[in-house]
């Protein structure tokens, strides 16, 4: 019984310490931020990004931040604190702030000139001040400190150290009041090095007058960063612009004193470090929002980190890493090819050596493929011909009524003329006439003949300019004959202009006697009432189309994709090569052919070729 108690006694007081870290999780403190120019001005812009990531993650509160920016500090003779204090007082009226973190030397310089009125009751960090700009004397019990200690004595023997042969150190400053302090301030470090090395000021300058010294500057120069957020003629310089416009043009090598500078365009050195300070800051401001008294903590004043350096400035700038000082950091290093590269280049060589065994059988597997093409054009070539013997076979009737016309007519005008010659006195204007019609039907049948020997004999592929229009018109004399006898019109609608194409015009001539047979016997399988095949051409494009159509049944529908497969027929005694030959063709000579069947019935093969243009 007495150990139940004892439990449940502890799983009490267990719930009631859960419930109030839960509640003390949830309250909400309100922290104002005041920075001395504005959130994007370096380094403070780096350190108070710094300062809420290690806020948010050491904070055991939900914290609401305000930004505000005194913006007076850029300018000497504006004065406008009575108003920004007013503003921040009716702000935070109905919720006055739990803590208040000022960020460089003009933000502490202002809260500790307007204590009474800002806020008194509420405590304060200033953080990222260096201690001679703090008013130690007039802190008031509610105010705590982390300063840092600037060493620049030190910045300037590392330069010295690393570069024994400098013989000007230029020292870029702004011109806000802030920057003009600190003009004095190291003006009184750079005496300490009188005759060992010259120090040149220009902050009299505007921004641009120096950035042409800085692109000038004689060998043995090195430049010292130290702020440049108001120039000499009063524009501000907001994020890393003023910074990255020196790195672009300056022709020396750029160190600083801060790392909030570090990271592209400075060499390094012993620096401030934008971590170390923001981690101190963040962990004071909770001891602060958790009831602690502000006199109470109050840090001693940050130094400088361990040195560190950009690996990449040295190397453009030739500093050897045997002159860093000892315990130095070396960042940003770019590793050797091997480092970076081992896996890939393991993995290279692997790939070469199966590679090495590859190359040889694809070298020979292309060569068989080559002779195996050859050898199917060739085949190709000889089924081509054998298909024009067989077109040759169904327009025998054609070709012989076109022989017979000519040759009747020379016979006729060769008899006429005997029985001229017989009269005592001959018409010679007659004769003449007789003579003209026996050379045309000469002409004619040797035409004819021509034609015929083009589609029989057996040439290789020849490529030349050819007319469309006249290529179909040649081949649609040829086929005449057979539509005719087969009772089917034959209509030819060629295009009002001339449609040069590239390739063989015997083969091509092909193409088209074998798609008018097509048509024609497809419209002789069945009855139509219709009896037409219709040849269009026309220009689409960059393209030649060659449309033709016929009345006939048409295609089946599940016969279309298949049309132009090899030994693919719907005829009983066909063999299945001839479309499949066309195409061939057609391919060869860079064009496409399709085929469809047509609303009205009938079907309709389309050849496109290219336009010489």
Known sequence: MRRQVCVLAVLAVSMCMFNLSAAFAREAKRVVILHSFGRDFRPWGQYAKSIREQLDRLSPWHLEIQDHSLVSARFPNDNPEAAFVAYLDALNAGHPPDLIVSIGAPAANFVQRNRTNLFPGVPMVLTAVERRRVDLANLSPQDSVVAVAHDFPRSFSTILELLPATKRIVVVNGASPNELVWRREIQKDAD??????????YDGMSFG??????????????????????????????????????????????????????????????????????????????????????????????????????????????????????????????????????????????????????????????????????????????????????????????????????????????????????????????????????????????????????????????????????????????????ADGRRVSLMYQPVLMNLLVRGDPIQLQQVVINLIINAIDAICEVEAAKREVSVMTLRNGNEAELRISDTGPGINVSDLANIFDPFFTTKPQGMGMGLAIVKTIVEAHGGSISAANLPAGGALFAVRLPIIS
Not at 192 to 201: A, I, P
Not at 395 to 411: D, F, Y
């Open 209 to 482: 007058a120096i950035l042409q010294v800085c692109a000038a500057l004689p060998p043995d120069s090195a430049i010292f960063w130290h702020l440049m957020n108001v120039d000499a003629t009063g524009v501000a310089y907001e994020g890393d612009r003023a910074l990255q416009a020196l790195h672009e043009v300056a022709n020396a090598p750029i160190f600083s004193y801060d790392d909030g500078f570090f990271g592209q365009e400075v060499v390094g050195g012993p620096m401030h470090s934008v971590d170390e300070i923001s981690r101190l800051t963040a962990t004071v401001a909770v001891r602060l929002l958790g009831g602690e008294e502000p006199a109470q903590v109050r840090p001693a004043a940050v130094g400088f980190a361990p040195a560190k350096f950009d690996w990449r400035q040295l190397q453009r700038w030739g500093i050897a890493e045997s002159r860093l000082p000892p315990g130095s950091e070396v960042l940003f290093r770019e590793p050797g090819v091997w480092e970076r590269y081992r896996s890939q280049i393991l993995m290279i060589a692997a790939v070469f050596l199966v590679q090495a065994g590859l190359i040889s059988g694809l070298l020979h597997e292309r060569r068989r493929r080559r002779v195996a093409e050859i050898e199917s054009r060739q085949r190709i070539a000889e089924l081509a011909r054998a298909n024009r013997y067989s077109a040759v076979g169904e327009l025998t009737s054609s070709i012989a009524h076109e022989l017979n016309q000519p040759l009747g007519s020379i016979l006729t005008n060769a008899e006429t003329a005997e029985l001229l010659l017989q009269a005592a006195s001959p018409d010679i204007t007659e004769l003449r006439q007789i003579v003209a019609d026996i050379r045309r039907d000469d002409q004619r049948a040797s035409e004819v003949i021509r034609r015929l020997r083009s589609m029989l004999k057996k040439t290789p592929f020849e490529v030349e300019e050819i007319g469309l229009n006249h290529l179909v018109r040649e081949a649609i004399d040829l086929v005449q004959a057979v």
């Open 192 to 201: 300490l090095f009188q005759g060992k090395v010259e120090f040149l000021w």
